[in-house]
C-alpha cells in the first residue's frame, strides 16, 4: 500500500496535466501588440501621478519605513524628489487667529453680558478687578474682596499718607420726588429724632450737603433697625415739589424699597420701576451712577489730575449737535459752571480734612481718555502752596448740576466716543502722553463730588479717614477708573475698607448692624462658614469649646447674655442697640442717672471700644468679661459633660455603619432579581439618613449650651468682640464690642476695666473699655 507522501504527489501531477490541458498558450506572440498595449497602461498611469487630487498622499507613495508623521507637518522632511510635489499637493490652511483676536472687546462685551445673566451682577470695573482681586458673590453682586498681590498694611499708608480708591457702585439708590412737607411725614417714622440727625436738618434740606440717619421699621424704635441710608435733597426751583436721593446698602436696599411702598401705599406703575401714590413717587435708579470713594490726604490731588473742568462756551447757533449746548445755553448754567470751577482750583492743594465737611460740587469735565498719563504717577498736593483762598462765591449752594435729570444722563451715556477713536487722535499727534487739544465733538462729562468727612480731634487723628465720593454717569466708569489708579490711587477691596473702618472706629454696613435683618442673616452666613471650618478639620485639631468655657463658638448669642443679666425667668425675645445720642454722651461721661427711665435696660446692647497692651490681640467672638479684684489670668479647665456622650455614639456609628454595609453587600450578590435593585436602593438612602442623623447630633454635642456656659465661667461676660486687632494708627491692640448695659452700668461707675479672652484661649488680657459715641 502507497504511503500518504506519494498519494499526494500524484494528486498534485494530475491537477497539473488537467490545467495544461484546459488552457492552450500560443507558441508565438505579436510584439507590436503588446507594446501598444502596455503603452495605454503607461499613459494611464502617468497623468495619474501627474493629476495629484486624483492620487494618493505624497506622504503615501514612500516607502512604509520611510513615513513620518512629522513629514505631514513639514514638507522639508519628505526627500526632494516628492518634495515640491507634497508642497503643491497640500493646500496652505488658513492660520488659526490669535488669541488677541479671538478676545477682541467686540467678543468679549457680548460674552460679559452673556455671563452677567447667568448669576449676580458684575460692575463696570469688574473685568480691571477680577485680574487683580479675590472676588466673591455678595447681596447679588460679584464683590472685590482684597488684592492677591501680598500686602497688609498698604491700606492704612494710603489713607496716611496718598489716596486709595474703591468702587461702591453696587449701592442702590432710590429717589423720592414730592411735596417737601410730604417727603418728611413720610419719613419721620422711619427716622426717630433720638438718633441725631433727621431728614429735616437745615444743612441738608437748605445747604445741600449729604446726611446719614439710621432707618428703622415704621414706628418700632428702638427695635426694627433696617440700616443706614446717606441722602441727598437735590435743588428745586419749583417750591411745590422737591427730590430726595437715598443710598442704601444692597443688603438690605430691597427691604428699604419694600418698607416704602408697603408703608406709603405705593402702586407699580406698568413697565417701569417706578411707585407712586396721590402725593409721592419712588424711582428706583439701578445702574444710573457709578459711585468711586476715595479717601487720603492726596484725594483732593489725585481727582484734579484727573478731573478738568471742561470748556462749555456756546459760540455757534448749532444747539442740538450736543447735549451740553443744550443745556448751557442759558446764562444761569453758565454762572454756576463757572463758581463750581473756581471752587474747584481753589480747593486744589487742600487737604479732604480741611474741606467743609459733606459739601457736594458739581463739575463738568474732559473725557478723562484724553490726557491720562502714559504710566503711573503720584500726585501729591502741594500743602506749602497758600495762595488759595476761599471766596464767599464758593461758598454758595450749587444751583442744578445735569446729573439730576435723567435726559441729560442718558445724554452724557450715549455721548462716549470709543476708544479706537481716540487713539487714532493720540497716534496722530507722535507724542506719547500728550494731551490731546478740546474739539467741539468731545464728550463733556458731568460729575458729583461729594465730601466724606474724617474724624475730629476727640475721636483720633484729625482728618483721618476724609475723602471724596465721585459719582460718574453710567458707561463712564472704566474711564474715570484707569484715569485715578494712573494719577496715583491705590485700590482697596471690602476688607481694606473695613479695615480703615476698624482704624477710624466706625461701623460698616450689614456686618455691624446686628439687631436689623440684614445683619442677622450676615452673621449667620458667617457662624456657617466657621462651623463648617472647624467640622471639616479632624477631631484631634479642633478646639473643645466645652473644656475652654466658650458660648456658642459660631456666633454671637446676645439673647443669653441678656437672659444672663437679668432677673426673669423668661429669655428676651429681641434686642436693640442703643442708637440714642443723648443716651450714649451721658454713658461716655460717666452719668449713668442721666438716662432715659423709658429705657429698656434688659434688652440693650452698647458698642465700646477696648484699648489692650501687652502680647496678644483680640479676635472675632472673643469675650467681654467683668474685672474684679484678685481677678485670675487664666480660666480654669472645664469639664466635658459631653465626652462620654459623644464616644458612645460614634462608637454606635460605627457599628451601625458595618452592619449596613454587609447588608448592602449580601444583596450586591443576588442583583438578578429585580426586588434586589429596589431593596439596595432603599439600604442606600437609609444608609445617608443615617450619616445626617449622626452628624447633626455630633455637632450638637460639640457645641455647648450658651446660657448654662456663660453661668459657669469664673469671670462674669458682659459682652462680646465684634471686631478686634493691632491698630496701626494708635500702636496697640483694640477691639469694637457689643456689651449688654445692664453690667455696662457697672462698668463705667467703676474703674472701666475689663478682661479679653479669645474663644481658643484660656488666658485673660486686660483693657480699658469706652463707649463708642
Known amino acids: 500500500m502507497a ?44 497623468q495619474l501621478i501627474d493629476r495629484p487630487e486624483k492620487t494618493v498622499g505624497a506622504l503615501q507613495q514612500l516607502p512604509q519605513h520611510l513615513r513620518r508623521r512629522a513629514a505631514s507637518h513639514n514638507p522639508k522632511r519628505l526627500p526632494a524628489r516628492i518634495r515640491q510635489l507634497a508642497g503643491t499637493q497640500t493646500p496652505k490652511e488658513p492660520k488659526r487667529p490669535s488669541r488677541k483676536y479671538r478676545r477682541r472687546p467686540k467678543i468679549l462685551k457680548s460674552e460679559y453680558y452673556r455671563r452677567q445673566k447667568r448669576g449676580p451682577k458684575w460692575l463696570e470695573t469688574h473685568v480691571w478687578h477680577a485680574k487683580r482681586f479675590h472676588m466673591k458673590e455678595k447681596w447679588g453682586w460679584k464683590i472685590p474682596l482684597s488684592p492677591t498681590d501680598k500686602g497688609t498694611r498698604f491700606a492704612y499708608r494710603a489713607t496716611t499718607n496718598s489716596c486709595i480708591i474703591f468702587d461702591l457702585s453696587y449701592w442702590r439708590c ?3 420726588r414730592g411735596l417737601e412737607a410730604n417727603i418728611l411725614r413720610a419719613l419721620q417714622p422711619m427716622n426717630p429724632p433720638e438718633c441725631g440727625p433727621s431728614f429735616g436738618g437745615i444743612a441738608q434740606l437748605r445747604l445741600q450737603r449729604e446726611g446719614c440717619v439710621v432707618l428703622y421699621q415704621p414706628n418700632t424704635y428702638p427695635l426694627g433697625a433696617i440700616g443706614p441710608v446717606s441722602f441727598l435733597w437735590l435743588p428745586s426751583e419749583e417750591e411745590t415739589e422737591r427730590r430726595l436721593w437715598l443710598w442704601s446698602h444692597p443688603s438690605y436696599a430691597a427691604q428699604v424699597q419694600d418698607v416704602l411702598i408697603k408703608h406709603l401705599n405705593l402702586q407699580a406703575e406698568i413697565d417701569s420701576e417706578r411707585y407712586c401714590n396721590q402725593s409721592l413717587t419712588v424711582q428706583v435708579m439701578d445702574g444710573a451712577f457709578n459711585k468711586f470713594r476715595l479717601l487720603g490726604p492726596a484725594a483732593t490731588a489725585v481727582l484734579h489730575a484727573a478731573l478738568r473742568p471742561s470748556e462749555v462756551d456756546c459760540l455757534d447757533n448749532e444747539v442740538d449737535a450736543f447735549w451740553w449746548k443744550e443745556y448751557f445755553q442759558t446764562e444761569k448754567c453758565q454762572t454756576t459752571h463757572q463758581k463750581q470751577k473756581k471752587l474747584w482750583e481753589a480747593m486744589r492743594n487742600m487737604s479732604p480734612g480741611e474741606v467743609m465737611p459733606s459739601l457736594l460740587i458739581s463739575l463738568t469735565v474732559r473725557d478723562p481718555r484724553c490726557f491720562i498719563p502714559p504710566r503711573k504717577t503720584l500726585s501729591v498736593p502741594d500743602f506749602h502752596d497758600l495762595s488759595f483762598q476761599l471766596n464767599e462765591e464758593a461758598e454758595f449752594p450749587i ?40 474739539l467741539p465733538e468731545e464728550a463733556r462729562i458731568p460729575v458729583l463730588l461729594l465730601h466724606q468727612p474724617g474724624l475730629s480731634q476727640k475721636q483720633g487723628r484729625l482728618g483721618y479717614g476724609s475723602g471724596w465720593d465721585l459719582m460718574v454717569p453710567s458707561g463712564w466708569g472704566m474711564a474715570f477708573w484707569i484715569s485715578l489708579i494712573y494719577n496715583g490711587a491705590r485700590v482697596g477691596g471690602l476688607e481694606e475698607l473695613r479695615k480703615i473702618s476698624f482704624e477710624s472706629s466706625r461701623l460698616v454696613p450689614p456686618f455691624d448692624f ?55 425667668s423668661k429669655p428676651a425675645s429681641n434686642f436693640f442697640i442703643l442708637r440714642d445720642h ?192
Open 514 to 568: 446686628p439687631d436689623s435683618s440684614a445683619g442677622q442673616a450676615e452673621a449667620c452666613a458667617d457662624a456657617q462658614e466657621l462651623q463648617d471650618r472647624y467640622f471639616r478639620r479632624p477631631d484631634q485639631k479642633r478646639e473643645n469649646f466645652f473644656c475652654l468655657g466658650i458660648p456658642n463658638p459660631f456666633s454671637f448669642p446676645f439673647l443669653e447674655l441678656l437672659h444672663y443679666w437679668t432677673d426673669s
Open 3 to 46: 504511503s500518504g507522501d506519494e498519494q499526494e504527489d500524484f494528486e498534485g501531477k494530475a491537477a497539473t496535466n488537467e490545467v495544461e490541458d484546459a488552457i492552450k498558450l500560443p507558441h508565438h506572440m505579436s510584439l507590436l501588440k503588446y507594446v501598444s498595449a502596455r503603452a495605454t497602461e503607461i499613459c494611464a498611469l502617468t
Open 174 to 176: 432710590l429717589e423720592l
Open 582 to 773: 443723648n443716651a450714649l454722651k451721658s454713658l461716655s461721661e460717666g452719668k449713668s442717672q442721666h438716662l432715659n427711665k423709658e429705657l429698656d435696660v434688659s434688652s440693650c446692647l452698647v458698642w465700646v471700644k477696648i484699648a489692650t497692651k501687652g502680647k496678644g490681640k483680640p479676635k472675632v467672638g472673643a469675650l467681654v468679661c467683668m474685672a474684679e479684684e484678685n481677678a485670675p489670668s487664666e480660666e480654669s479647665v472645664h469639664t466635658d459633660h459631653n465626652m462620654g456622650e459623644r464616644l458612645a455614639l460614634g462608637k454606635h456609628h460605627h457599628q451601625r455603619i458595618q452592619h449596613m454595609k454587609k447588608k448592602r453587600k449580601k444583596v450586591k450578590t443576588a442583583l438578578g432579581r429585580k426586588e434586589s435593585q429596589e431593596t439596595l436602593h432603599a439600604l442606600r438612602e437609609g444608609s445617608k439618613l443615617e450619616q445626617e442623623k449622626y452628624q447633626k447630633k455630633f455637632k450638637d454635642l460639640c457645641v455647648p449650651d450658651a446660657h448654662k456656659t456663660l453661668r459657669e465661667n469664673s469671670q462674669k461676660v458682659i459682652g462680646f468682640v465684634m471686631r478686634g486687632d493691632f491698630s496701626l494708627m494708635e500702636g496697640q491692640t483694640k477691639s469694637l464690642a457689643l456689651c449688654a448695659l445692664c453690667p455696662l452700668l457697672q462698668c463705667i461707675t467703676g474703674s472701666s476695666k475689663v478682661l479679653l479672652r479669645n474663644r481658643n484661649s484660656l488666658h485673660y488680657q486686660q483693657g480699658k473699655l469706652t463707649v463708642l459715641l
Open 399 to 438: 444751583l442744578d448740576s445735569p446729573l439730576f435729570n435723567v435726559k441729560w444722563r442718558k445724554a452724557v451715556s450715549e455721548s462716549k466716543v470709543a476708544d479706537n477713536i481716540l487713539n487714532e487722535r493720540k497716534r496722530a499727534t507722535g507724542i506719547p502722553g500728550e494731551t490731546l487739544p478740546l
